[in-house]
């Protein structure tokens, strides 16, 4: 798309949510990044445990701020920083395993391994086996330094998290048995990212998306889901920070309050609402995407701040969300670059919304 | 007789309803019991002969909770302005309201349930609501959810099984109406967008259902607490 004679380097109005690892700009929202960044600043400084809801309408930037924190925000040594992005298992049954296996998949058994590899070149094995054993247990601890080192196989790894290793295969590898419980998934992954930040100062920032899944789960798969997820963030050391993004339109505390379990909603530590916009809040967030667009600092933006309430007003309250306001701009912008328009006016702005 | 079993209410149950209470599977005494037959012990559940012909291609039923109204005719133009045989639309529900009618004024039965969770039928504009809104003053209109929160305050049901019920309730019923934007997505009559706005808002209704009767399940819960001898 040509928008050299926009003054815009690209469209900046994203129609669909973009891809992780994409550069991507934070527009608006000044508060939800300033806390969003405080959580990450200060995982670093102090070592306390952090669970973060992040709660808002649809389309409200929840699942954005995943995809901007991918990159490395706040200046640390990339090594000092790991972001697992996920999302909430659709369905109740083996839920749990189903995000432990995800999360373990995500980020590959080539990169635990080298972390593993690192954490034990470090501090000894001993220790490493020490430290596991602390916040799970010794079979945990001896599991992972089973799987981890010596010959290492991808195949083995993949193997036990899926479908379970062969009776045969765990008597080689001197494993005891294979995961089977609930409880052995959220104990083998609580091992694994604990393992993971011994002797280094990484942090590991785990987004789990779309939470809201579990608001449809059947009552015992409900019940086993929030426990496990209590019982990771118990287990888990202060290097670990967790961000659920769950989807929910109502603006009530006490609502929100009974989506969860008492025991998980009381380790949450964090919650961050992504509140509707108001038309002040939806300029900002148009100006901060222009601003950054624009080829030339110096020259007025591509569409003026009157032609932006203007468009901004056609969209009703309820509507005044990002991902509306990205569709509508998006739609504007395509229909001046697709007519010729010499620039993106009044006139333009109406014929545009003539064809939606 | 334990407290719980006498039977206080008289319930005239939908076919919803009546799966949905079935598929509910409760732990009471190391046995898997539905809800329905756990409310079997504590109401004495009726139905139509309407109701039973949508029943008895999917579940297991009690005969003797079939119930056949001699004067339906007259109720049926009575309450809804048409000759019994022409009732098509919401036929389950208005035949069993007639029955519930019929319990309570002709049987003197008082404490009559009108069960459904078929809430379209229930809710929407039509000559059955208005019928609904206007006895509400003498039967009770309830919903599978009402079932649970009656079966908590009776002390059938502890707490964690009863707010472990109402989320399984919330999927089951949740199941089949987030079946229709699937479908919709699958045909290419949506996008994804438009999906995810339509489940949402499914989501957001059954999350404020699950907020109302969380409350209730409180306020009860304080009750009972108080009057613990």
Redesign the interface.
């Given at each position: 798309m040509n928008l050299l004679k926009y003054n815009l380097k690209s469209n900046p109005f994203q129609f669909v949510t973009p891809t992780q690892g994409s550069d991507l700009v934070w527009a608006g929202m000044p508060s939800v990044k300033k806390q969003l960044m405080d959580i990450y600043t200060q995982a670093y400084q102090q070592e306390s445990k952090k669970l973060v809801l992040n709660w808002g309408a649809w389309g409200g930037g929840k699942t954005y701020a995943a995809f901007y924190f991918a990159k490395n925000r706040i200046g640390v040594p990339d090594e000092n920083l790991l972001h697992i992005y996920i999302q909430a298992p659709k369905t109740g049954e083996a839920a749990v395993q189903e995000l432990v296996r995800s999360i373990i998949t995500k980020v590959g058994s080539n990169q635990w391994y080298s972390m593993v590899q690192e954490a034990i070149t470090k501090v000894g094995q001993e220790e490493f086996k020490r430290i596991i054993t602390e916040r799970t247990d010794e079979i945990i601890a001896d599991t992972i330094v089973r799987l981890f080192t010596g010959v290492f196989s991808m195949e083995i790894v993949n193997q036990y998290i899926t479908r379970g290793l062969t009776n045969p295969k765990l008597d080689k590898m001197h494993l005891s048995s294979n995961l089977k419980s609930e409880q052995n998934f959220i104990d083998f992954l609580s091992g694994l990212l604990v393992a993971i930040t011994i002797g280094n100062e990484k942090r590991v920032f785990i987004w789990i998306d779309e939470m809201e899944e579990m608001s449809l789960f059947a009552g015992k798969q409900f019940r086993l889901f929030n426990l496990m997820l209590r019982d990771l963030t118990d287990k888990v050391n202060e290097r670990i920070i967790v961000f659920m993004n769950f989807t929910f339109s109502e603006t009530d505390m006490n609502s929100l309050r009974t989506m969860f379990s008492d025991a998980l909603w009381s380790r949450i530590t964090d919650r961050i609402r992504y509140s509707d916009l108001d038309i002040e809040d939806a300029k900002m967030y148009c100006k901060d995407l222009l601003k950054d667009a624009l080829i030339d600092a110096s020259k007025s933006s591509a569409i003026t701040d009157d032609l932006i309430e203007q468009i901004l007003s056609l969209l009703p309250p309820s509507m005044l969300i990002p991902r509306e306001i990205n569709k509508l701009f998006s739609k504007i912008i395509t229909y001046a670059v697709n007519t010729n328009a010499e620039q993106i006016d009044k006139e333009v702005i109406n014929a545009a919304l003539a064809t939606i | 007789m334990p407290r719980h079993s006498l039977k206080l209410f008289h319930i005239i149950i939908d076919t919803n309803s009546f799966i949905f209470l079935s598929n509910?599977k409760i732990q009471i005494g190391g046995q898997d019991k539905s809800l329905l037959r756990i409310l079997r012990q504590c109401a004495t559940i009726q139905y139509a002969e309407a109701v039973d012909k949508e029943i008895k291609s999917i579940s297991k039923r009690t005969k003797t909770e079939i119930v056949s109204v001699s004067n339906a005719p007259k109720y049926s133009q009575g309450l809804f302005d048409k000759d019994i045989t022409s009732i098509i639309t919401d036929c389950g529900e208005k035949h069993n309201f007639i029955l519930a009618m019929h319990t309570f004024l002709e049987k003197r039965q008082g404490n009559v349930v009108f069960l459904t969770d078929d809430t379209k039928a229930k809710e929407k504009e039509n000559i059955l609501k208005n019928q609904i809104d206007t006895y509400s003053t003498f039967l009770h209109i309830w919903s599978s959810f009402d079932v649970v929160t009656y079966l908590y305050q009776m002390g059938v049901l502890q707490e964690l099984v009863t707010?472990?019920?109402?989320?399984?309730l919330?999927?089951?019923q949740?199941?089949s109406e987030?079946q229709t934007p699937k479908n919709k997505k699958e045909a290419n009559q949506i996008d994804n967008?438009e999906y995810?706005?339509q489940v949402?808002k499914i989501?957001?209704k059954?999350?404020?259902h699950?907020?109302k009767y969380?409350?209730k399940i409180e306020t009860i819960k304080k009750l009972k607490s108080a009057l613990q001898p």
């Open positions: - | 509910v707010t472990n019920a109402i989320q399984t919330i999927n089951n949740s199941d987030i967008d995810s706005r949402q989501r957001d059954w999350n404020q699950k907020t969380t409350s």
